[in-house]
């Protein structure tokens, strides 16, 4: 993944206080460009998901959180950026 | 309809439920609630109302707390058992302050405590327990009205004579005075406003943090509102020959119709004895028998029940008479029906034994 | 899969500055407060949403009544910006038909557990199905009472071990699931029933049209619509919450069977 | 002047629908009618009975009456309650083709054979027709017009079918009734205008 | 048919003198008072000879329970000499749940009506037999409630003219009737499931093998046994008793067909 | 198990169970019944017995009705609501003289009038409150024999403090002496012999002639039965420095245990306060009440809940001395947990601020 | 049938005063014997069934009647009417 | 001599295995326990607390105690009821992961970062275990092997699978509560025999 140009279509805002750490949405992201934090915990003591490159804003993460925790964008443009750039 | 029309008791109230304005009834068989639901079942629709014939009681409570919710005045009912069956919905409606008329159709008067205090918790309702058909008619809709202003059940309690008995009446609507607007009626509107309506036993306030229902609270406000409430509503009774009588007979329903009728009996006889006949059950209207007490030598209760009424009359009169309870369950093989005991010879019997033994009863007379 | 350290993390405290289209909220329109005290991994707000989202993209804000029964999901009762009637356990049935009756123009819900709605009140649901009252039940079936503890419901599929069946449920001692969606079904008066899951994101997009489905039906006049909804109980069902979509498809799924079961409308 | 009346039987013998006919006779006669029907629900066949206070002015007293002024007997069940009602004044009509004509009372006794008479000119099921026509035309206490109305009233809308089986028994029991006032047991309910 | 008067009329009020062999006694063994007030023509009283006939032909006169509900048919709960309990109205299932899984040697058997079973405890019946309760549960299904006045039940077929649905069901405002055995036949637990009825003498046997081979799969302890048992209400109906069997063939029997619907043990 | 263990309450009532020979149980979640009903499913298939997870309030105590007509000891319970829920049947099970234990866990006091007055008709079963979880341990017990001993349910009120409780109790059998044979129970065995036996809320006497059950006689044995019951029982009650108390307080179950812990603190420090607790709150030691207020010039009634148990105080006082209501509901959100006010601070200052009133707080003391 | 020799296998016991009149029996006969009187009543005013000729012992009479009105035998030798006994 | 203890949270949180850890160990190491579990069973996630009262001898006091000797507060959410019972001379450990360690109370309060050390050396949901571990290490409150009996008997038989987990939290907080002692502000449970 890492070698081709990453196109990123969509962006989310993540309310990381709400988070209950359930990570049902690691799994429902069809990219997987959501991961779990391994040391930061939100205010309540839970881990929680940051967005890396790639989001299509397929809107999956927030139909499937059970917290309520995303906000989809989809870019009027998409995001492109070369592999380089890692 | 103002001409007077012979009707049986359960074809008044219900037609007193359409005069009065109730447009949805939910219930399910049961003697001698059943003539009630018939009556509904036939003139609902002629009215635009509905009529559900539920398939059991809690059923049909629960649609009637639907109807109730969106701000249609309804009603159900039952008798002893199915009333039973409906505790948990009365004294949850009286949490999620939904009004509604409730007809409690007593299969004897023993059914006197679970009107009063049937419930979980401290909820409590207004019960109005008429004589006869005339006053059903006019409690029925006083029931109606009651429910809407305090926004709670409110119980009618009548009995098999209420029932299936005919008379003349007129069932014409009462006015009560102005209601207040029922603006949290459920209608869908308010949903998007971000204040959407909610009716819940849990608490009426949306959480506008993240809370979630706040019990404690809720149920202190609905326990200041039952406190003012009880403290609102004027009791109801009817007493009479109460100012110079020795002996002082009280009696509710069908049987205080009895009583009253043996009590002028006696008194055209010369014995000096009156009544008092409570209205409401609950609020007790405990002033006037304390009132009627203090002057006599002895409160006389009479029920058909292994006595519960009495324990009301206790708490009134406080010791200042003595009380004696000259009543007893009496029916009859089906126990539907009427009772030996229930008629005026056995009553006018039962009081003229404790007049006699309260020597109210003037040699002679008689 | 790369550690997470060699890509850069996205900022996602704000939207971003560049042109942007919002297509999805924290909540839909009618959840009015997201925060709640529903497990980590629950399944249960997942299909709220789905619900809420339904009745707001099809323009019914304005004439929506939520029947609530008692169960965890009852947390949403007093969170929506619906107009919500919270029932007894077991009763939303029968409060849903008297609000449907009284005023036939609202467009009319419930959410019930499988405790709620197939155990205490059976033959609620069953009564309303039959009389074909116009208005849409959805079961919430996670297979326990999660609210009091994780015990067995009569969903809960053989073998499942619950709070009070320590050793799984035996059909010898405990009897049979009650497949719900398919009781319903065989009633006349039912005229569309379905179930979901909200296990994966295809699932919950599958369940949201079931919603969407039964609230046309409902809409049409057609008679009871019914969708019932297969949840993530990861606290009742005693695992961890990243395990809880599969041990669903693995266990309850493979009983409580997906797909439409009846769509007369469709049929007709 | 009021008059009470007291019928029995056993469920099934049209005991209320007898007592309806009458109370909605006295009503079309002009007069006032309480009435009061006592049927087991629980049981099916078990004792019923009804009773009607029949008055020119309004009715204050309980439903369920002191003593009566007239019996009707259909059944010879279940006819305790309504003996202890009978005064050495009351009359007491008994259904003779199944009561026992001779029953012990205080009251004097008017045996009409309604359901030998209903079986005769109608059905089984109109005897209780057939003593509501008797009683009325013995002691006068119904007029023929009324009572006419009164079955019109009475007859619930499912069980019109049987409306003209009620009429022939109803007319058959009247005629047997008139028959009868020639006899001078059988007392005048009001007093002749 | 000739007058009856160019005949002669048999002597029927003793024996004959001759040798004869009874095959028929006025009651069965375990009905101890044949004189009930029910209606005449009603169906409950066959049903109720059909079942006591089956237990005590089957020698279980010592280790059978009847467990009654309200409804004509309560009746019988003291004319019996069958050991009886009664429950509640709807009740009967979880009584006689109790009951068997208390003393698991009793043959145990329900007796309610449609207006007990599928209206007031319509989940009780449904809920046992998921369980696979090993009982039978008999329903008099007359599609009224005969006892209160002939009121409309769950089972009350389209258009029957009823106390309260006066110009018949309708199933915009009353719904549709619910088929019981066919409910109940979709439950896992069910083991056999038949319908019968009681208005010709053919049909009576036939209803009487039902109840003998539901008894045999209780015996077998092969899950829950149901038998429906179509009743006569000519009382209810409003029509005379004559009619009455042809009346419950064309209407209630035409929705509530008869025949066996499951039998596990012979499948298997 | 004679060595004493740390048990929860609604464990230690499951084992109390199991000791006294319960061997049926069936049951519907709801806090803070649940945990008893856990128990029970525990602990009911180790010893030969059954536990049912009924689908619902109704379903559970129709079970535990069936097994127990078979002679097998049985219970179930619930809390307020789902109590509610079982009032027909609790009624009914005193006509049909079946006998049963009745878990009643109440959420807050508030359930008092539910226990001992809920039900339909005259039909009335004992009530005993205990205080705490060895109390409770015993009084499980004691309501299974005293159900066998009138063959009537018997109500053993509880609540979430009883339910929650940890503390090291003995579980062990007691004997409360030899109990009638069940000759009633149902077997099979009768069947055929032209006597077979039969339970029924409508009369256990089978139809010999044609008459059908006769109600009325079935009714007025059952209310001989009960009144006989009601003499008979004992009513239990702990009192405590009531000789010279110019304050009387009477409370029951868990706040009876606070309340007597206050007063032992205020009669420490020179206050001179008793109490009364009653145990059985059905029939209600009105005679240890009555007792204890001659000399009192008040008495004063703490109750978690809107005031119930404080008419059965009036009852019992007739006016002999002044009656204070100084309770109130208090609830955590939930409505399940603990509220503010029931912990010993506050109902300690409840107590003192009567007994200040009241003038019996010594100058000083305090 | 009155012209051919009947032939009667069974005969009844009736308990006339138990009899409700229903009529249930009458059509359940399959050879027909039964018939309901016209101007007898019972005790309780109800007509009843009487028997003729032709019983052949089916039961099917006391098997549908509600109210346990008959009792059914079987002659060990049946009965043979000839049509001239008429 | 008895200790009275508090510890609040919410749901999920172990406040109740914690309790049930403290006193099963209390058990084992010869004292006696009072218990009570106070958690909303309506709503998921709600404000759970227990309160416990260990003693030398048996325990007659009602189960809502009046002040604690030692509170514990994994959460800041419905901290106030465990605040109220505070006294002057009452310790308060507070898991400083999570809840803002200058917690404003009359007590004095002891800091331990629960939640960071649970992640660290076990799982999340062990923190409450890392606590108990804590409180006893630095006040004797309870032996070691007492800890170690209670929560074998404390953990439910379908959670024997978090056994290890919880005993390396415990171990943990353990030793972190024997480095506290040091700091003489931590008061000692018992007289030492
Ligand atoms: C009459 C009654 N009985 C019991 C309860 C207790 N209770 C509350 S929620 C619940 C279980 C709910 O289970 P389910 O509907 O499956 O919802 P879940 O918690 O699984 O979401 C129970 C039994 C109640 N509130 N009312
Ligand atoms: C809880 C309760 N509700 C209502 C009744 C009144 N009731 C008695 S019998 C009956 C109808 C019975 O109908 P069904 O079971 O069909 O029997 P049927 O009379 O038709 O034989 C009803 C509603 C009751 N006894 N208990
Ligand atoms: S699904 Fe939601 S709550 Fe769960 S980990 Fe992801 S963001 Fe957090
Ligand atoms: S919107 Fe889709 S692609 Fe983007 S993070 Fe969410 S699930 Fe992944
Ligand atoms: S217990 Fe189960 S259903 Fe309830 S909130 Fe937790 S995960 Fe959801
Ligand atoms: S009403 Fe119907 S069911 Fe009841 S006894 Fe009469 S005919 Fe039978
Ligand atoms: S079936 Fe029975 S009750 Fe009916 S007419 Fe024949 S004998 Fe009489
Ligand atoms: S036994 Fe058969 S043949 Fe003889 S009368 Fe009866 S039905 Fe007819
Ligand atoms: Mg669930
Ligand atoms: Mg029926």
Redesign the pocket.
Known sequence: MSNQPSVTR?T?VIDVDACKGCEL?ID????R??EMTTHELNSRGYRYPV?FDG????????QICPDFV?Q?YKYETPMVREPSEE | MSEPALMEGSAAIAEAMVVAGCRFFAGYPMTPFTEVLEGMAKRMPAVGGVCMNAESEIEAIGMAWGAAATGVRAATGSTGQGLALMQESISELTLARVPMLVINMARSGADYFQATRGGHGDSRQIVLAPMDVPEAVEFTQLGLHLADKYRNPVLLYGDYFIAHTYESVVVERRDFGPLPDKDWALDGTSGGSGRAKLISPLGEVKQRDDVGYDLADHHAQVERDLVAMEREVEPLVETGYTDDAEVIIVAFGTPGKFVRYCVRELRAEGVRVGYVRPITLHPFPSEAVRQAALGAACVAVYENSAGQMVDDVRLAVLGAADIEFIGGLTMDSSAFGVGPEIAVGPIRSKILDVCRRRGCVTEGSV | MPAPDDRPVIDTSAPPEVPVRLVDDFTPDLIDVGAHHLCPGCGEPIAMRSIMEVLAEQGLMQRSLAVFGIGCYTAFSNNLDCEVLQALHGRAPSLATGAKRARPELVTVTVQGDGDMVNEGLQEVLHAAARGEAITCVLLNNGVFGETGGHMTATTTLGQRTKNTLEGRSSAEHGHPIQAASLVAGLDGAAYVARGAVNNAGNVAKTKRMVERAIEVQLAGAGFSFVEILTMCPTGWFIETVDAPDYLADTIGAVHVGGVLKDTLADA | MERSLMATGIGGQGIQLAAQVIARAAIADGRQVMMFGNYGGMMRGGNTDATLVIGEGPIDTPPVIAECWLGVAMHHEHLAPLVAKLTPTSVLFVNSSVVDAAVATAASVVPVAATDLAVEVAALVSASMVMVGAVAGATGLLSRRGLEAGLAEALPSYRTAHHEINTTALDAGFATGEALRADHSVPCAWEMG
């Open positions: 969509g989310l949405c429902a992201c069809p990219p460009v959501l967005l989001c299509t804003g397929c809107r999956a993460c927030s995303f989809v």
